[in-house]
């Protein structure tokens, strides 16, 4: 292409020809921004972003590329010398069924008449009962005694004083079946109607069951709060749902042990962090995604952070992307891989930390890839808050500047290094959203939410959930032990 001739002296058609140059080629600079914006967004996915997996097949989204693994060597299925599985036999089965041989022998006498020899085998069936809805009439009685005084016998426990009502067993199945398998409530209406034999509740005692059973559960979801607050590491993670009028956002904030899980519908802003009346009072370690309110200087007590490398992996894949060619992501993720490895293979072990034989090679890698980075990716200079940079110069900066928080869960086994555990309880908060579209009322949501603080404390217990909600129903919720002393 011929370069463009210089003005002539004092030429106006030349001025007014660099003038549209110029104009298009700011244009052309601005096309080209907005298209490696638009690609880059389009780009978005789980694998390296902080967004779900459901997202991926979304038009016009490009999924993530399948990790290559080297693969264990070993075929698909049960191995040779694994623990099998099975039905159980029953030494004291429910009920036993007799099975004789009828009909008539060959000398013909009739088989009805033959003596027991012995039971030549057994079959044992595990079956569920038939489901229907069983009615039980109280009837409380008035007594009069030798003296004339008349006694009448109390309310019964668990029983309404109306007329007719639902027992707890099917008040915790209404409450099971909306919260815990998300079962939406017209649907669960038509269950129970099929359930008892076409007669079912209505709507409106569907969701007074569900308000009734985030009542009793509320002191104890408020003792699982103060446990979780007591804890020594607790996982946080957030995420959106939407909740109350039409075009309104909310976040359920979580916080989460391996023995205890709450949940909170507020906002992604501190006064909700603070509403939530869990990090004011933690004094542990904290687990999360690297969001900034983590890092407020009001949750004084806090002992330290640790941020989830799950997160920084997604974030190193999205660096590697944008910086093709580039050795330093992919060795930072190699070393966070086998930090992760090790740490599990320490903890397993009951060890305290990672051995420093096997960390401190992995440590150096790691750290020496973060250099290497920030030396190729330099910072566009700028007001730190308003200066949007280079993909990759935030993670660099954060890895080089927080890496006692990247690296804690080295030095103590107690720390998880990844957040999994918080991502999993709010995982199905996304489920309930997919099948029930939004919930119109926020008290209502929070409703769910405690009950769901109630069921996954009593499902990281390895209890049954229909017998723990069926106690709250009537009157006697279950409650978590004490945390023991550290």
Known sequence: MSEVPPPAPECGSCAARDVVIEELVRANAELLERVERLERASGRNSGNSSMPPSTDDLPGKKKPAPRRGTGSGRRRGKQNGAQGSALAWAADPDERVAHRPGGVCGCGTGLGEAVDVG?????????????????RQHDVYRVRCGC?????????????????????????LVVYLLVYQHVPVARCVELIAALGGGAGPSTGFVHSTLARAATAVAEVVAGIKTLIAAAHVVGFDETTLRAGPAGTRRYVLSASTEEHTTYYLGRRDLASFTAFDVLPRFAGIAVHDRYQNYFNPTWSKLAGHQACCAHLLRD?????????????????????RGLIHSWHQARDADLPAIPASVGDPLIREFRAAIRVGLAQVRRVPGPR??????????????????????????TDTRVWPTNNISERDLRPTKTQQKISGRLTSEDVTQHRLDIRSYIDTVRKHGLNII???????????WHPPALAPT
């Open 467 to 477: 017998t723990a909600l069926r106690g709250a129903v009537s009157g006697d919720p």
């Open 385 to 410: 808050n308003s200066t949007a940079q280079i993909p990759g110069r935030d993670l660099l900066e954060f890895c080089r500047d927080h890496d006692g928080d990247v690296l804690r869960f080295v």
């Open 316 to 336: 190193f894949t999205d660096a590697a992307e944008s910086h093709s060619g580039a050795h330093w992501p992919v060795q930072a993720q190699g070393a966070l």
């Open 119 to 135: 039971v030549e085998r057994s079959h044992q069936t595990h079956d569920l009962p038939e489901v229907r809805i069983t009615i």
């Open 148 to 172: 004339g005084a008349e006694h009448v016998a109390g309310q019964p426990d668990g029983v309404s004083r109306a007329p007719s009502s639902y027992g707890p067993n099917l008040r915790a």
